[in-house]
């Protein structure tokens, strides 16, 4: 069975510059997260959907990020502009959702530079 | 505010020696969850505690939850190079919209050496 995929799984831009990361679930995963990882620190919540609707957005920085969940599978998280600060690594994380609590599956992570 | 701390935040042992690893959480919790990280890598998880007394065992990791004592650690039994990474506990909460937030420590790194 396929894990969490994401990419890129790196990148490198400029400040100012925009910037988007893919994620793809695990097949029938309903719950899907974005998590930004700062070096030497654990995880930390961005925004949390449950098929196409965030029900979790508080912790995402809404004058700079965005994200979509159009279909309820695919999701796009995006920075703009970008700013130095941003640089980490940014992990998705699916699991099955609903009324059941189940364990949370990361994909491999986009670690992103900004210069 | 739910906080959850680890320690401690570094750790070098020798091979086939025994530790453990503390994870505090300040709040009423609903689950604990251990997870693994290599360098480069994504988060593997090991162990899913659901409830007080819960004790679960891989190979040479052990974890266990104390809910009174908001509690859980981690013991390694007689390290091999190989558990050699970076450990996270993970907190969560399911009241109302943080259903599913997990919450997590700074992170634990381990080194075992010969």
């Known amino acids: 069975e396929a894990g969490v995929v994401q990419s890129p799984r790196y990148k490198i831009i400029e400040k100012k510059q925009p910037v988007a990361f893919w994620c793809n679930p695990i097949?029938?995963?309903?719950?899907l997260y974005w998590y930004l990882q700062n070096l030497g620190q654990g995880p930390e919540l961005l925004i949390r959907y449950e098929n196409e609707e965030a029900v979790d957005d508080s912790q995402l920085p809404k004058d700079r990020f965005s994200a979509e969940r159009l279909k309820g599978v695919d999701s796009t998280l995006k920075i703009q502009p970008a700013e130095l600060g941003d640089s980490a690594v940014y992990l998705c994380?699916?699991?099955?959702?609903?009324?059941?609590?189940?364990?949370?599956?990361f994909g491999p992570g986009t670690r992103l530079l900004v210069l | 505010e739910l906080k959850v701390e680890q320690n401690p935040l570094f750790l070098s042992m020798q091979e086939e020696k025994n530790y453990t690893i503390y994870c505090n959480y300040s709040?009423?919790?609903?689950?604990l969850y251990w997870y693994r990280q290599d360098p480069g890598k994504s988060l593997e998880s090991l162990f899913v505690l659901l409830s007080n007394g819960a004790v679960k065992q891989e190979g040479r990791l052990m974890a266990s939850l104390d809910t009174k004592a908001r509690l859980s650690t981690l013991h390694i039994t007689a390290a091999v190079h190989d558990l050699s990474a970076t450990y996270f506990c993970?907190?969560?909460?399911?009241?109302?919209?943080?259903?599913?937030?997990?919450?997590f420590g700074q992170g634990t790194i381990l080194t075992v050496h010969p």
């Open positions: 993970a907190v969560e909460y399911a009241g109302g919209t943080s259903y599913g937030k997990l919450t």
């Open positions: 709040t009423t919790s609903d689950r």
């Open positions: 994380a699916s699991s099955l959702g609903g009324t059941v609590q189940e364990t949370q599956y």
């Open positions: 097949s029938g995963h309903n719950t």
